[in-house]
């Protein structure tokens, strides 16, 4: 096994601390800026990058942020490189690499990933800028006649050529196949496919001769999809279905699995990864790589103002502490209140 990714594998999940996920693309952060009337230029979203990456004591929760091809390039106002600034406090800088999906030829309601075309040379790039991990998301939709054995197939052999390419060149890859919560399925039916999917992209690992020791995967909860009367299902259920599921076809080997918040509640996403941890241990460290359940609050905050970077940061600081309580099962809704 290759000691290097598999350290730098164990300690993204080391315990108390998990992932920032800050890596949305052009299109995506537009929406989260929109949302609080703020005009998504370079240099506000630099600044609101600087912010969460600035934030005084979120290094203590936070093991490592990815980023995006933008952010890793950028400077802060004190004209440090963003990635510098995280390695700095021990946080470790990562990398969105892929480049987003498009509809799935021959199945147009589906999607597949892009990005494979000069990745090598992009991972060389990315690694002379700081980043020892990476990410690649597949995106899984549910309905009725959906998903495909064909989607998961090319999804999955996609993912692990990323993978592949990654360890070559020393970068931890964050496996994410992520199924969607969109939909009025029922938890039963998220649980086969999220199943069906894992099955398949661990096949492809396995295959293309990926280590499973230097990488982590980044997965959905298994949940009844938003449009279900049944949603949302208590922290206990989502725990005992989530694990079931991942107890059967994640191989131990694997140092961790790290969740997606997926559309979540803020504290629903922390009390359901408090639920799964109560219940360890677990071959496994879960922990989490969130992007909205992480940063709704602090965008909120912030407004697109620098005048509220200290109300910004106060949120961002308290999500990232309620999460970290949430990896040995220690989140309660007391500690939720008391910050508050
Ligand atoms: P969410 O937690 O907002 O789902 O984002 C995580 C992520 O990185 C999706 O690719």
Redesign the pocket.
Known sequence: MDAALNQTARALVAPGKGIL?A?ESGGTIKKRFDSIGCESTEDRRRAYREMLFTTPGAAEYVSGV?LFDETIRQNASDGRPLAKILESQGIIPGIKVDKGAVPLAKSPDELVTDGLDGLRTRLVEYRDLGARFA?W?AVITIGAHIPSRLCLDVNAHALARYAALCQEEGIVPIV?P?VLMDGDHSLERCYQVTSDTLHRVFDELYDQRVELGGMLL?PNMVLPGKGHPSYPVAPEIVADATISCFRTVVPAAVPGIVF????QGDEEATANLNAMNAKGPHPWQLSF?????LQAAALKAWKGDDANVSAGRAAYVHRTRMNSLARSGAYTPEAEKAAS
Do not use: H, V
Request: positive net charge; aromatic residues 6%; proline residues 0%.
């Open positions: 996920a890596d990815i990410k998301r994410e992520e980044k997606l918040s997926g559309g790589s969130y992007g909205r359940a």
